[in-house]
């Protein structure tokens, strides 16, 4: 195998080894923001009990004010009664008459208003049950995710150093300086600096490769390596008959230089 084919092997090698690594790096990064959904899922649901029970609390202390009221009106009509009996005039009778039945109409509304919280009260200890139920819903169903999230987790991370690992054997293999140029492509095309030849088109962006290039692609001695005129990548062709079955790596051909290759 001529020189350029090894680097060229070692290369898409490389490639399917980035992409590995590209996918347990994104796999890795996807892992906080999960973590923070299921912190906000039970934020949200002790927020929930907390908002019930707050309003309980105000309920229970409106409660208080309205009980107080009514026995300061009640305290008053005994008082008014009491005074009944030393009342002179017919005015001062109808006057206390007067102030004892406003009295009572307020001992009336401060009670209606008693029974109004007394049911809000209900109402809120029924909410508060619900957001409780709810929150020990939330906080074991979050344990599980968190704990499948902590697998998934720990997973990734082992791949990741099994992946690095064959990053280093492979990048061994390479010269430094093809490395760059294989590094400095990659960056500029999402991590993909290699395109494969198949119908004498680049596969990745199209370009038609001129028919002269592409049969010195297609010789197993090829000195030179070639890129894409349109995208720059470099280009590599895989016999359609150079293949066996039971060979996991494909064979390469190389591929067309051209003026634009590198910039
Ligand atoms: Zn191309």
Redo the contacts with the bound molecule.
């Keep these: 195998m001529g020189a350029v084919l090894k680097i060229l092997q070692d290369l898409l090698e490389l490639q399917s080894v980035d992409v590995r690594l590209h996918d347990v790096r994104a796999r890795l990064a996807a892992f906080p923001k999960k973590i923070s959904e299921l912190d906000a899922r039970i934020a949200a649901a002790k927020a929930e009990l907390e908002q019930s029970k707050a309003a309980q609390l105000a309920t229970i202390k409106d409660r208080k004010k309205y009980e107080l009221d009514v026995e300061q009106y009640k305290e008053r009509v005994r008082k008014y009664k009491d005074q009944t009996a030393q009342i002179k005039t017919n005015e001062a009778y109808k006057a206390l008459q007067h102030e004892v039945q406003m009295a009572e109409e307020e001992i009336a509304k401060a009670e209606d208003r008693l029974l109004e919280q007394m049911v809000a009260s209900e109402e809120y200890d029924r909410r508060i049950k619900a957001a409780e139920k709810r929150l020990k819903e939330v906080e074991e169903s979050v344990r599980g995710q968190r704990a499948t999230i902590d697998s998934e987790k720990a997973a990734a991370e082992k791949d990741l150093a099994l992946v690095e690992a064959d990053r280093a054997r492979v990048t061994a293999e390479i010269p430094e300086d093809m490395l760059d140029h294989y590094e400095r492509i990659a960056k500029k095309h999402g991590g993909v600096s290699l395109?494969e030849v198949s119908d004498e088109k680049?596969?990745?962006?199209?370009?038609q490769i001129r028919p002269h290039v592409f049969q010195k692609m297609r010789r197993t001695d090829s000195q030179e390596m070639f890129h894409?005129?349109?995208?720059?990548?470099i280009?590599y062709y895989i016999e359609p008959t150079a293949v066996p079955p039971d060979d996991p790596k494909p064979q390469v051909s190389g591929a067309s230089a051209s003026s634009s290759s590198e910039n």
Excluded: D, F, Q, V
Excluded at 202 to 207: A, E, K
Excluded at 228 to 233: D, K, L, M, P, V
């Design positions: 395109a680049c596969t990745l962006c199209g370009m894409c005129e349109t995208c720059t990548r280009l």
